[in-house]
């Protein structure tokens, strides 16, 4: 008979990343579960390097408005042209900020359109630690803009610092990759509440801590207080 090696599974169902306390959120001063407005450079730079276990980016990219210019930016996106844009070098600036103050084997969960998942986004990533790991596809239930076919998707990338791994890290095993959610929020970066509660349950434990630095809609700190989680983040706006 022949021997059977046998491998550690890389599923479970507790995670055991150590991340920021909230008392030590509070000693620096940042206020949890509030609207912050500020810039989200110089708040990720508040921060202590690898302390957040989970992080949302939801960027405001200038490329969409330029891909997408149907010449009635002020009619069909004129709550989009509005925000304050980033271009590439904010993303990464970003991105790169966001790398230092995760705990390894923390996750990042991106938002993508179309465009920038087709034309691909790997420079924002190429002087960090963060390995994409996953992609979720949110299914927004309505209509949206497209030369060709009309958009009615978003994506959410999903990405690990280093060292990569599943196993006491993510503890949700049955959410699909495939999302259907409406948002009746309105606001040009409305996201899906259920599927970021979803995620923020799969990766931290009750009482950690999610940051979002450009909050938007701040959609995120409503998942964060739905999973038992406290938030912190900003956005320009407030």
């Known amino acids: 008979m022949k021997n059977i090696q046998k491998t550690n599974s890389v599923y479970g169902s507790t995670c055991n990343l ?101 034309e691909g986004i790997n420079e924002w990533f190429k002087d960090t630690d963060l390995n994409v790991v996953d992609m979720i596809t949110w299914n927004k239930l309505r209509m949206g803009m497209g030369y060709r076919t009309r958009r009615v998707s978003e994506y959410l990338m999903v990405l690990q610092k280093s060292p990569k791994r599943a196993k006491g890290v993510w503890c949700i095993h049955n959410i699909p990759d495939v999302w259907d959610e409406s948002v009746s929020v309105k606001h040009p970066h409305g996201k899906p509440v259920n599927l970021q509660s979803e995620l923020i349950s799969a990766v931290t434990k009750v009482g950690d801590v999610v940051m979002d630095p450009a909050a938007g809609s701040f959609s995120v700190m409503e998942s964060a207080k739905k999973s038992g989680r406290w938030f912190i983040g900003c956005d320009l706006e407030g």
């Open 18 to 118: 150590e991340s920021i306390t909230l008392k030590s959120i509070v000693a620096l001063g940042i206020k949890p579960n509030e609207r912050l407005k500020q810039d989200g450079i110089k708040f990720l730079k508040l921060l202590p390097s690898n302390n957040i276990s989970c992080a949302f980016f939801d960027p405001q990219y200038r490329g969409v408005l330029d891909k997408l210019d149907y010449g009635n930016e002020g009619e069909r996106q004129k709550g989009r042209s509005t925000l304050v844009q980033m271009d590439e070098s904010k993303i990464c600036e970003f991105v790169s900020g966001i790398d230092r103050v995760l705990v390894p084997s923390g996750h990042l969960f991106l938002w993508l359109d179309k465009y920038h998942l087709v």
